[in-house]
């Protein structure tokens, strides 16, 4: 059976495969401090374009995110998220049980939008009795979103300029970062992105590793004792190397960009069938994620042959249902076919 349900359902890409074969009879330290750490943090400050960020490689996305989330807020602090963004809907409230609230704002598309921010954070500003709430200390959204789409570099742009002006932090969720990035529709680079947000990561769970994020505070501004919250959170590897020697070799000849954007290419092409065999779209999406609308029965039939995730029942037709089918690294010519073949 081909498989479309996910871009985390491989092993690892081959050459990061390989370089844990190469190292792995050689001895070094632990929790990250060992030699292939060090050189992913390098290789990572040069693609960033930031000489002084700190770095740190935890175990996987939620994990990263609870603890960026947990180690920038103060105890009576909140996170503000789109209502769809994956801390709010998908992490089993981990960032809730750290003691920080979760606030979900309406999403277009699963993107935050400034207008809205901006119009919370004013009637937040104006309530007399704001001391009494969850007092907000962060903004969090995601690269690409929980629904395969895009913010412009406009449109972060405009969230930083507010969480400057109300003093919030600005954290970006980048499981799937690689695939934003190399999106044809993306108008934001990685330095770029360095310099527009307070902290952010780099996804290698979902983009050719076996696991592991790359937490980067850019301007070296990590919180004090991140290394000692990661650790609280089970978020340290006493093997710290396992996440270090992976990201050496993705950000080694560009390997990261480089099989982000093949997932891309087959996304395009998974796109051209679904369109060809007559599917409907739930929303366009440039990046690996693809969202199509199913009669429920058809779905379920399909899920027999091919592996895809079904999102919910479509929120005007109930009749029909969101079907996700996601491309990743490891996606073939063949896979493709096949669903062509499939559909057929």
Sequence with gaps: MISFECDYNNGAHPKVLQHLIDTNQLTSLTYGFDQWSDSARRKIRVACGCPDADIYFLSGGTQANATVIDSILTTCEAVISA??????VHEAGAVEASGHRVIGLPSTNGKLIPDTLQAFLQVYENDESRDHVAQ?????????TEM?????????????????RYDLQLFVDGARLGYGLMSPDSDVSLSWLARHCDAFYIGGTKVGALCGEAVVFPRGNAPKHFFSN?????????????????????????????????????????????QDAGIPFYMDSPTNQQFVLLPTAR?????????FTLWGPAPEDSSLMICRFVTSWATTEQDIEQLRRILS
Excluded: W
């Design 299 to 307: 779905a379920h039939e399909l899920k027999q042959k091919v592996d």
């Design 136 to 144: 907000p200390g962060m903004v969090y959204i995601t690269y690409p």
């Design 230 to 274: 990661v650790k609280r959170h089970g978020a340290l590897l006493a093997k710290g190397r396992v996440v270090g020697v992976q990201f050496d070799a993705l950000f080694t000849e560009n390997l990261y960009f480089t099989i982000a954007r093949h997932a891309i290419i087959m996304a395009e092409k998974l796109k051209r069938v679904l």
């Design 148 to 164: 395969g789409t895009l913010y412009t570099a406009e449109e972060i742009s405009q969230i930083q300029t507010i969480c400057r």
């Design 83 to 88: 209502d769809t963004g994956h801390i709010n």
